[in-house]
């Protein structure tokens, strides 16, 4: 078991930053891979970017490929999304989750989801 709460979203100009992070309890935590997803209003929950259980490989949507950076602290159970050069479109809101499956660029691959947080972006 999970739990994950997101943190650090809100408004932003374009072309500024924000830090997405994601704190987790449960003890399977170190040994999943994290993944972040996004959902606009009418629009279905993309995925953003995954990162494995050890923090060297990650993979992130070609849409924010160059911007975004994800990141994670295995002693402190965290996982953050460095977002920069930030775009209208990037507007949503973001989820953290805990991949359960193997299969960690779809919904499908995730057993454990935050209760997501808002990113705006103006132009």
């Known amino acids: 078991q999970v739990q994950l709460v997101e943190s650090g979203g809100g408004l932003v100009q374009a072309g500024g930053s924000l830090r997405l992070s994601c704190a987790a309890s449960?003890?399977?935590?170190?040994?999943?891979?994290m993944g972040w997803f996004r959902q606009a209003p009418g629009k279905e929950r993309e995925f953003v970017s995954v990162?494995?259980?050890?923090?060297?490989?990650?993979d992130y949507a070609d849409f924010v490929k160059g911007r975004f950076t994800m990141s994670r602290d295995n002693a402190k159970k965290t996982v953050s999304l460095q977002m920069n050069s930030l775009k209208p479109e990037d507007t949503a809101v973001y989820y953290c989750?805990?991949?359960?499956?193997?299969?960690?660029?779809?919904?499908?691959?995730?057993?454990?989801w935050g209760q997501g947080i808002q990113v705006t972006v103006s132009s």
């Open positions: 449960g003890r399977s935590f170190r040994s999943s891979a």
């Open positions: 989750a805990a991949a359960t499956g193997i299969d960690t660029v779809a919904r499908v691959g995730y057993g454990y």
């Open positions: 990162i494995n259980w050890s923090g060297d490989k990650t």
